[in-house]
């Protein structure tokens, strides 16, 4: 594993509790499982709690109904909250690909373009986050990830800020608040500093 590589899995590793923290902070899953929860192939009911259902049964059900997104994408979620990047991005990349409506692609966009980032591409990670804000330009998750990529794997801070002040009004836990605060209040440090 080369050092960039490294570093930016350790940069994930650390990043994975802030990830937790802030991911799905307006819809979705809140890591109870509940945004598991009623996604089933297309015209098939369901009432089972997904979070209870294993990984590799989710990876069969999605490889036989490889176009239910929302299945997939919650699958991206759980291996973002279990810190398996290369899962998740596979299945971002593919959930980008079939989506079709406009909330699955951009929530897939936006999962590939962390992932993407934090396995070692930061330029195409970010123009997947670009994209993925220009179909939900006011998503939270979106805005994060983008501020932390420019900030802290391409060392732009002053791309950084305009993203992360979105979130200052944003309603969120205060765990969640903190981190944002955190954050920008190291990014305009940063930048006073240069």
């Known amino acids: ?15 994975a509790a802030a990830v937790v923290a802030l991911l799905l902070v307006v819809g979705g899953s809140d890591g109870d499982g509940e945004g598991d ?20 049964e989710l990876e069969r ?4 109904h490889p176009g239910v997104v929302p299945m997939r994408l919650a699958l991206v979620e759980r291996y973002l909250r279990q810190n398996q990047l290369e899962a998740a991005q596979r299945h971002a990349e593919e959930a980008a690909v079939r ?3 406009v909330e ?3 929530r897939a966009l936006r999962y590939l373009g962390w992932t993407t980032a934090l396995l070692g ?5 970010e ?14 998750d979106g805005l994060y990830f983008l501020g932390r990529v420019r900030y802290e794997l391409l060392g732009r801070p002053d791309l950084a800020l305009e993203p992360l002040e979105q979130l200052e009004g944003v309603e969120m836990t205060p765990d969640q608040r903190r981190l944002i605060d955190e954050l920008l209040a190291e990014v305009r440090v940063s930048l006073a500093a240069q």
């Open 1 to 15: 594993m080369t050092s960039d590589r490294r570093w930016a899995v350790g940069l994930a590793g650390g990043a």
């Open 61 to 64: 059900v999605v490889a036989e």
């Open 37 to 56: 929860r009623g996604a089933a192939p297309q015209g098939t009911p369901t009432t089972r709690d997904l979070s209870s259902v294993p990984d590799d």
């Open 127 to 140: 123009g997947l986050l670009v994209q993925s804000l220009a179909h939900d330009p006011a998503d939270p």
């Open 99 to 101: 989506a079709e409506d």
């Open 104 to 106: 699955d692609r951009a």
């Open 121 to 125: 591409d930061p330029e195409t990670g």
